[in-house]
T-cell receptor, first 112, second 113 residues
């Protein structure tokens, strides 16, 4: 069974703080990993891909741990505009309908 | 220039009706999807189609059927609508046979009354 698990939150975090989310996936043959962001009543949008070596985009850092089958997202110096739901996405081997499997999302609320 | 567009944005209809949602992508992608997001906000894949193969999530009722007139379009037809079909439906597309990130349309909020 191919599953992606996330802590649904909500995470209530003061502005300027650092926050981290983890996501675990069930299939060791998974091949691609992403973080998406979804704002209320909007479509999911790609935030960043997650590479084996880890990658950084401004205040956002994503890391992959294949041995433990989890990926993480770190947000530094959080802004009010970071409030959203963050979705972990895994493409399982073979793509197609088994691919692009979404976690249920982690709800983040940045408080002033 | 909208990459993935779907219409209508809102759809309110009565139980038992048949309705369609249209989706078009201008990204030249070879794979298109339909997702359903229910009231609990969980995004669940319904169909994947890459102009050679249709893959159906086995939990999707056969009242739902995708139709692809060409590579850039994947429309969703729903027959005999039920109250439980109320949700937001998202179309998405990706490249390389579905092995890359997907880009989503703005969603269609379907309400069945």
């Amino acid at each position: 069974r191919k599953e992606v698990e996330q802590d649904p939150g909500p995470f209530n975090v003061p502005e300027g703080a650092t926050v981290a989310f983890n996501c675990t996936y069930s299939n060791s043959a998974s091949q691609s990993f992403f973080w998406y962001r979804q704002d209320c009543r909007k479509e999911p949008k790609l935030l960043m891909s997650v590479y084996s070596s880890g990658n950084e985009d401004g205040r956002f850092t994503a890391q992959l741990n294949r041995a433990s089958q989890y990926i993480s997202l770190l947000i530094r110096d959080s802004k009010l505009s970071d409030s959203a739901t963050y979705l972990c996405v895994v493409i399982f081997s073979g793509g197609g309908a088994d691919g692009l499997t979404f976690g249920k999302g982690t709800h983040l609320i940045i408080q002033p | 220039d909208t990459a993935v567009s779907q219409t209508p944005k809102y759809l309110v209809t009565q139980m038992g009706n048949d309705k369609s949602i249209k989706c078009e992508q201008n990204l030249g992608h070879d794979t298109m999807y339909w997702y359903k997001q229910d009231s609990k906000k969980f995004l669940k894949i319904m169909f994947s189609y890459n102009n050679k193969e249709l893959i159906i999530n086995e939990t999707v009722p056969n009242r739902f059927s995708p139709k692809s007139p060409d590579k850039a379009h994947l429309n969703l037809h729903i027959n005999s609508l039920e109250l439980g079909d109320s949700a937001v439906y998202f179309c998405a597309s990706s490249s390389h046979g579905g092995n890359t990130e997907a880009f989503f349309g703005q969603g269609t909020r379907l309400t069945v009354v």
